[in-house]
C-alpha cells in the first residue's frame, strides 16, 4: 500500500527553528509537495520538491532524499502565525496526490 | 482575482436529506476535485475530473455522486447523507493531470448531519 508518515504534532517557540519529517512508500514518485493548512480553512501550497536537495523560499525550505524516501520542512524565526498543520503529499506513478494526515505545529510564546 | 468558490461554507442537513455542495473556478484548470476532510486525518480523494472525463475512487461510497456541467462549474451531491459523512469538503483544481500538479483549494464546506 502506499503510505505518507508525518508526526501527529510539534511544538515550538516563536522565533525559533522547527523541521518536519516525512516519510513516503508509493508506487512510483513523481514529486512531493508541501501544504499548510490553518485550522478551519483549505490548504495552500507552500513548496515542491522533485529532485534531491534544498529548497528555499522565504523563511520555509524544503528537503527531499529520493533514495531515503524522506522530506522535511524546515521553518525558521517562526511566528505565531505559522501555528497550523503542514500536510506532505507525493505524486505516485499514476499522478495522484497520495496525502499523509499532516502535523498540527503549535507554536508557544 | 482568479479563484476557487465554494457555496455554502456551511451546511446543516437532517439525516438522509439529500444536500449538494457546489464549487466554481475562475482559474480555467482543467482539472476539479472533491475530497472530504475529517478532522486531523489526511483529505480522501472522492472524485476528479479531467476536463469532462469524470474519475471515481474505488472506494468513494455510491451515496456520492458528482456534476460538472462546464468548465468552471463541479458539483457534489450526496443522496442520503449519515452521520459519518460530517466532514468539511474541499473542492481543487490543476491544470493538468501530470507530475507537477499543484493543486488550488476553495474555502471549504462544513457539513454538519443532524
Known amino acids: 500500500g502506499q503510505n505518507i508518515d508525518q508526526p501527529t504534532e510539534m511544538t515550538a517557540t516563536e522565533g525559533a527553528i522547527v523541521q518536519i519529517n516525512c516519510t513516503y512508500q508509493?508506487?512510483?514518485?513523481?514529486?512531493l509537495f508541501w501544504y499548510q493548512q490553518h485550522a478551519g480553512e483549505a490548504p495552500t501550497f507552500l513548496s515542491y520538491?522533485?529532485l534531491d536537495g534544498l529548497e528555499e523560499k522565504g523563511r520555509f525550505s524544503s528537503f527531499l532524499s529520493r533514495s531515503k524516501g524522506y522530506s522535511y520542512l524546515l521553518l525558521k524565526e517562526l511566528q505565531m502565525k505559522d501555528s497550523a498543520s503542514y500536510l506532505c503529499?507525493?505524486?505516485?506513478?499514476?499522478?495522484?496526490?497520495?496525502w499523509g494526515a499532516g502535523t498540527k505545529l503549535i507554536i508557544k510564546p | 482575482d482568479a479563484m476557487v468558490i465554494q457555496n455554502p461554507r456551511y451546511q446543516v442537513t437532517q439525516f438522509g436529506k439529500p444536500v449538494t455542495l457546489s464549487c466554481s473556478q475562475t482559474?480555467?484548470?482543467?482539472?476539479m476535485y472533491w475530497y472530504q476532510q475529517k478532522s486531523s486525518q489526511a483529505p480522501k480523494l472522492l472524485f476528479h475530473?479531467?476536463?469532462?472525463?469524470?474519475?471515481n475512487e474505488a472506494d468513494t461510497p455510491d451515496n456520492f455522486q458528482s456534476r460538472r456541467p462546464n468548465t468552471s462549474f463541479c458539483f457534489l451531491d450526496i443522496r442520503s447523507p449519515g452521520l459519518g459523512d460530517a466532514a468539511m469538503y474541499l473542492c481543487?483544481?490543476?491544470?493538468?493531470?501530470?507530475?507537477?500538479?499543484?493543486?488550488?483549494f476553495g474555502p471549504g464546506t462544513r457539513l454538519t448531519v443532524l
Open positions: 503529499a507525493v505524486t505516485d506513478s499514476n499522478y495522484q496526490l497520495i
Open positions: 508509493t508506487s512510483g514518485f513523481n514529486g
Open positions: 475530473y479531467y476536463d469532462k472525463d469524470f474519475n
Open positions: 520538491n522533485v
Open positions: 482559474l480555467n484548470h482543467n482539472v
Open positions: 481543487a483544481t490543476s491544470t493538468d493531470w501530470s507530475s507537477y500538479n499543484e493543486q488550488f
